[in-house]
């Protein structure tokens, strides 16, 4: 059964460019999170989606977009990339009712 | 104020010994969860042990136990017997509120190298 699965695994774009990331959740997982890590930090929370509809946001400006597809696949959008964007952006699931999650292996963006 | 505050950025640690990495907390929510996750240089994290806020005993999973100190809002993490697999970065987390879907705010984290 295969777990949370991301791509692309790295990219490189150029300031001002957009991008888009997906997400494959586990299999039979609804709910999907994205989050931000910096290098030399933890993971920082952009969004949430359920349902096909965002149900929980962090502190991230509006150039930070989703999609949650019908099979519960989900994509993160950043316009107006800036090199603070670079970051491993890391989607998850959930897999219990007390709120484990399982992360993918993440997306490695350098914006150059 | 820091939701989650790791205060070991890196630890050395021997092969087969105990290790103790530090996690406090600060919420006024008097539900939430309390998270472990590995995340070694692959980038992917790996959940380690849970311990809820009502949970009247110490979580343990395998050789990872939670010493859970409620009143001094303290979650740390214990690894017994390390192995060299154990090298990585150890994030502390905490979910506020009784939703499972509810965000996880991470700590800075902790690497740990286990010397053979």
């Known amino acids: 059964d295969a777990g949370v699965t991301q791509s692309p695994t790295h990219l490189i774009k150029t300031r001002g460019q957009q991008v888009t990331l997906r997400c494959s959740p586990k299999s039979g997982h609804d709910t999907v999170s994205w989050y931000q890590q910096a290098l030399g930090q933890g993971p920082q929370f952009i969004f949430q989606?359920?349902?096909?509809?965002?149900?929980q946001r962090g502190n991230f400006p509006d150039r930070f977009s989703g999609h949650q597809f019908p099979n519960y696949s989900s994509e993160l959008n950043v316009n107006a990339l800036l090199l603070g964007d670079s970051a491993l952006y890391l989607c998850?699931?959930?897999?219990?009712?007390?709120?484990?999650?399982?992360f993918g292996s993440g997306t490695r963006l350098t914006v150059v | 104020a820091q939701k989650i505050t790791q205060t070991q950025p890196g630890m050395f640690v021997q092969e087969k010994e105990a290790v103790t990495l530090d996690c406090t907390y600060d919420?006024?929510?008097?539900?939430?969860?309390l998270f472990w996750y590995k995340q070694p240089s692959s980038g992917e994290m790996i959940f380690l042990i849970y311990q809820g806020s009502y949970d009247q005993q110490n979580a343990t999973e395998g050789r990872y136990s939670l010493n859970f100190q409620k009143a001094r809002k303290s979650a740390n993490l214990v690894i017994s017997a390390s192995q060299l697999g154990d090298s990585a970065m150890y994030f502390c987390a905490m979910r506020e509120g009784q939703a499972a879907g509810n965000k996880l705010t991470f700590g800075g984290g902790t690497r740990v190298l286990v010397k053979p």
């Open positions: 998850a699931s959930i897999y219990d009712r007390v709120g484990r999650y399982t």
């Open positions: 919420t006024s929510d008097p539900s939430y969860g």
């Open positions: 989606y359920y349902e096909e509809e965002e149900r």
